[in-house]
């Protein structure tokens, strides 16, 4: 396993620079179509990227990514594959658990643990249980996850704490969204072309910058991340307001 240099603390965040990175991880398939290879192949490969990314991100001092590994339609997929992205998990919490918790990585799961095996929910556990007081960046992993079913989720969790239909606000549901633990994604990436939200985070990103680019997840790099933040940074965030007041002055 090569050592990683990854700062334990999060690197200053540079202007321009989003504080929380969402991502669909797009394309795996296609890239190992490409090379007459198997699906799973891309997304073995699509794995190595996400490992590489978290330290690109961390570097350039982003403080959360988040990224969609598993929709609640990709069991639509067939078996082999399902099973090779079940099996990746295992893989992936083994081969690299270590490292991120030694990089003081902070790793969360979100999404519907109870349709997935025993298994990949003990190897999910470990990996937030041994990261959980770690100081550097958060890595949110989507793991059968709907957006939809997010929303809902968090209606029930409220429902079932006692709270009543008149104390329900946008507030209260955020406090219960599966990622209540992070500030709302700054810059939202989808890799792979596609241009639509696959029922990702559909609450979270009522704000988020949008970017997307043709490239396929298991060819993303640092480089690619900078393009994607030089696209933010050049985007004006109005979040509904007018910024510029001397627009709404009469000529002299
Ligand atoms: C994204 O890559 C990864 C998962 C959905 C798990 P795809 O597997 O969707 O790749 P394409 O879109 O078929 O190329
Ligand atoms: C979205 O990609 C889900 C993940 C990246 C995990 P899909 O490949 O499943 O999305 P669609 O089917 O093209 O909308
Ligand atoms: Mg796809």
């Known amino acids: 396993m ?31 179509r490409r090379r007459f290879m198997p699906r799973v192949f ?13 330290d690109d991100c961390a570097r350039r001092g982003i403080e959360y990514l988040t990224v969609y590994a598993f929709s609640s339609e990709n069991w639509k997929r067939p078996d082999e594959e399902v099973s090779g992205l079940m099996n990746l998990v295992l893989v992936g919490v083994s081969k690299y658990l270590t490292r991120l918790a030694k990089d003081g990585v902070r790793i969360k799961v979100m999404g519907d643990r109870s349709a997935v095996s025993e298994k990949v929910r003990q190897a999910w556990n470990e990996a937030e249980e041994l990261t959980k007081n770690n100081p550097g ?25 006692g709270v009543l239909a008149e104390e329900l606000s946008e507030e209260v549901l955020s406090r219960h969204m599966a990622l209540a ?21 559909l609450w979270q990103l009522a704000y988020s910058e949008m970017y997307f680019t ?3 997840w298991p060819d993303f790099d640092a480089a690619e991340l900078d393009k994607a933040i030089a696209a933010y940074s050049g985007r004006e ?4 307001a007018v910024l510029d007041k001397a627009a709404d002055k009469a000529p002299a």
Not at 6 to 28: E, L, S
Not at 43 to 54: D, L, P
Not at 191 to 199: D, H
């Open 137 to 161: 960046l958060t890595l949110t992993v989507a793991f059968n996850y709907g957006g939809r079913w997010d929303i809902v989720q968090a209606c029930k969790r409220a429902l079932a704490e």
């Open 214 to 216: 043709e490239c396929l």
């Open 2 to 32: 090569a050592a990683s240099t990854a700062p334990t603390t999060p690197a200053a965040r540079g202007p321009g620079v989003p504080r929380h990175v969402a991502i669909v991880m797009d394309g795996n398939g296609r890239w190992a």
């Open 237 to 240: 965030r109005r979040f509904g």
């Open 181 to 201: 633990h992070a500030p709302d994604p700054d810059l939202f990436i989808r890799t792979g072309g596609e241009v639509r939200v696959s029922n990702f985070l």
């Open 42 to 54: 891309g997304h073995k490969f699509g794995m190595e990227t996400v490992v590489r990314v978290i």
